[in-house]
């Protein structure tokens, strides 16, 4: 394979085997997802979330987003707060069981992240995450509007 091709496949080959690791942790230890983890903690730390700011933070369709925030609300870890500014829209807050929940899942995601990457010294993922970054904004700027 062309070298272009094994740097993809090596790149992408990382980080499903991070992702299942940690999802398969949360899943044992607490029945929910990274996804509900990444979800809960945007909600929590963005005053006024939306669903929009789902979308954007995590390249979701408005229709996906939705649905997971209605399911969050049926399970008792968020709720829609009419937004006093805009009928239209609604603000999403964690309930005492989100935050609860969030409370309990993220020491597990953290502690699950940082043995899967002993591997690499502190130095290694600084700089490694700096290129990630870097790599990702260069892609978004790809991205049609």
């Keep these: ?28 230890e607490h029945g929910v997802t990274v996804g509900t983890i990444e979800i ?14 789902i979308v954007r933070a995590l390249d979701l369709r ?7 925030v209605d399911r969050y609300a049926a399970a008792g870890w968020v709720e ?17 069981a989100g935050v609860k929940l969030l409370a309990e899942g993220t020491p597990t995601f953290e ?12 130095s290694e993922q ?5 290129l990630l970054t870097k790599l990702a904004a260069s892609l978004e700027a790809t991205q049609p509007s």
């Design 111 to 122: 502690a699950s992240v940082r043995r899967l990457t002993a591997a690499l010294s502190q």
């Design 80 to 96: 829609r707060i009419p937004n006093p500014d805009d009928r239209r829209s609604s603000w999403i807050v964690l309930t005492d």
């Design 62 to 68: 408005v229709g996906t987003a939705s649905k997971v």
């Design 126 to 130: 600084r700089t490694l995450r700096t």
């Design 1 to 28: 394979m062309g070298a272009s091709i094994d740097f993809f496949n090596e790149l992408v080959r990382a980080e499903i085997l991070l992702y299942n690791s940690v999802d398969a942790r949360l899943k044992a």
């Design 40 to 53: 809960l903690s945007l909600i929590a730390a963005t005053e006024h979330a939306r669903v929009d700011d």
